[in-house]
C-alpha cells in the first residue's frame, strides 16, 4: 500500500514563526501535492511538484513556499506565520500520467494552530 | 475553468436507510472522477473511481457511483447506511491525461442517526 507520511499530526506555533510541515510519500510518485482544508472551503491547492527541485503554485499560494530536494519528500513552508494560516493540511501524491489514473492518495493531515 | 459541486453540505439519514450524494461537474475534457471519504480527523481516503467503461462503479465499504455524462454527474450511493459511515464526502474531477491536479467539491458532511 502507498502511504504518506506527515510528521506533524499537531502543531501550535506563534506568530511570525517559520514553520516546516515535512511529507514523504514511499511509492516513488513524481506527483506531489499540499492542499488545504478549511471547514464550508474544502480542499484548495496551494503548491504542487512534477518532479524533483520543481514546483508549480496552485490556487492560493499566498504566504506559502515549498521544497522539494529529493523526490520522496515534499516540504511546505510558512516564512512568517499567521493566524488566518490556522488550518489543516494535507499532502497528497501521485503517479504520472495514465498509470496513476490520477489516483491521489492523501496523508492523515497536519494540524496547524497560529496564535 | 473546471468545477466540482456538491449541492448539499450536510446531508442526515437514519441508519438503515438508504444515502445519495450528488455531484456535478463541469469539464472541458472526458474526466476522471473519484469519490473520497474524510473520518474525523483523519486524511482522505479513496472509495472509488471512474476511469471508462461501465458507468456504475463499485468502492468500499459498500458504496457504488453511476457516471451520467448527460447530466455531468457522478452520484454516491449506498442502499444502507451504518452509523459508521458518519463522515465527510468529498468528489473529485481530474484530467484522463493525468498530471494535472484534482479539482475537487467543497464536500457533504454525513450526520447518521439511530
Known amino acids: 500500500d502507498v502511504k504518506v507520511t506527515q510528521s506533524s499530526r499537531y502543531l501550535v506555533k506563534r506568530t511570525g514563526e517559520k514553520v516546516f510541515l515535512e511529507c514523504v510519500q514511499d511509492?516513488?510518485?513524481?506527483?506531489m501535492f499540499w492542499y488545504r482544508q478549511d471547514p464550508g472551503l474544502g480542499l484548495r491547492l496551494i503548491y504542487f511538484?512534477?518532479?524533483?527541485?520543481?514546483?508549480e503554485k496552485g490556487d492560493i499560494p499566498e504566504g506559502y513556499s515549498v521544497s522539494r530536494e529529493k523526490k520522496e519528500r515534499f516540504s511546505l513552508i510558512l516564512e512568517s506565520a499567521s493566524t488566518n494560516q490556522t488550518s489543516m493540511y494535507l499532502c497528497a501524491s501521485t503517479l504520472t500520467g495514465r498509470r496513476s489514473g490520477n489516483t491521489i492518495y492523501f496523508g492523515e493531515g497536519s494540524w496547524l494552530t497560529v496564535v | 475553468a473546471q468545477s466540482v459541486t456538491q449541492p448539499d453540505i450536510h446531508i442526515t439519514v437514519s441508519e438503515g436507510a438508504s444515502l445519495e450524494l450528488r455531484c456535478n461537474y463541469s469539464y472541458g475534457a472526458t474526466p476522471y472522477l473519484f469519490w473520497y471519504v474524510q473520518s474525523p480527523g483523519q486524511g482522505l481516503q479513496l472509495l472509488l473511481k471512474y476511469f471508462s467503461g461501465d458507468t456504475l462503479v463499485q468502492g468500499i465499504k459498500g458504496f457504488e457511483a453511476e457516471f451520467k455524462r448527460s447530466q455531468s454527474s457522478f452520484n454516491l450511493r449506498k442502499p444502507s447506511v451504518h452509523w459508521s459511515d458518519a463522515a465527510e464526502y468529498f468528489c473529485?474531477?481530474?484530467?484522463?491525461?493525468?498530471?494535472?491536479?484534482?479539482?475537487f467539491g467543497k464536500g457533504t458532511r454525513l450526520s447518521v442517526i439511530a
Open positions: 511538484s512534477y518532479d524533483v527541485k520543481m514546483k
Open positions: 473529485a474531477v481530474g484530467l484522463v491525461s493525468g498530471n494535472t491536479p484534482l479539482v
Open positions: 511509492m516513488d510518485h513524481e506527483n
